[in-house]
Nanobody, 122 residues
Framework: QVQLVESGGGSVQTGGSLRRSCTAPEHIYRSNCMGWFHQAPGKEREGFALECVRIGTISYTPAVNDRFTISHDNAKNTVYLQMTRLKPEDSGMYYC???????????????WGRGTQVTVSS
C-alpha cells in the first residue's frame, strides 16, 4: 500500500548530487522508523539507510560509504536523503519506506512510497 509521498529524483552526471524527500501521514511518522531502498535494474529492492527518530539511531549499509545522508524534520513529518558523489551504479528506483521496528524495515515489511527514478550518466 502506497502511503508515503516522495519528491526528488531526476538525472545527474557522475559526481553530482540529488536531494530526496518523503512525507508521511502523522500517525505513521510518529510511530515508525523511516528509510530508503534502492532497486537497480534487474535486481532486488534493497534497503540502505534507516533513521529511528524515537530512539535516536541512524543505520546505513556499508555500500553507502559516506556518500548518502539521511535526516528528518519532525515539524514536517518528513525524512530526507542527500545523495552526493553519485555514480552510474546508483541509477534505478529509490523508495521511501517506514516500519515500526528496524528488523521489519530491513526485510521489506513496510509502508511504501511509490518510488522515483534516479539516472546517473557517465
Amino acid at each position: 500500500q502506497v502511503q508515503l509521498v516522495e519528491s526528488g529524483g531526476g538525472s545527474v552526471q557522475t559526481g553530482g548530487s540529488l536531494r530526496r524527500s518523503c512525507t508521511a501521514p502523522e500517525h505513521i511518522y510518529r510511530s515508525n522508523c523511516m528509510g530508503w531502498f534502492h532497486q537497480a535494474p534487474g535486481k532486488e529492492r534493497e534497503g540502505f539507510a534507516l533513521e529511528c527518530v524515537r530512539i535516536g539511531t541512524i543505520s546505513y549499509t556499508p555500500a553507502v560509504n559516506d556518500r548518502f545522508t539521511i535526516s528528518h524534520d519532525n515539524a514536517k513529518n518528513t525524512v530526507y536523503l542527500q545523495m552526493t558523489r553519485l555514480k552510474p551504479e546508483d541509477s534505478g528506483m529509490y523508495y521511501c519506506a517506514a516500519a515500526e521496528y528496524a528488523y521489519q524495515f530491513w526485510r521489506g515489511d513496510n509502508y511504501w512510497g511509490r518510488g522515483t527514478q534516479v539516472t546517473v550518466s557517465s
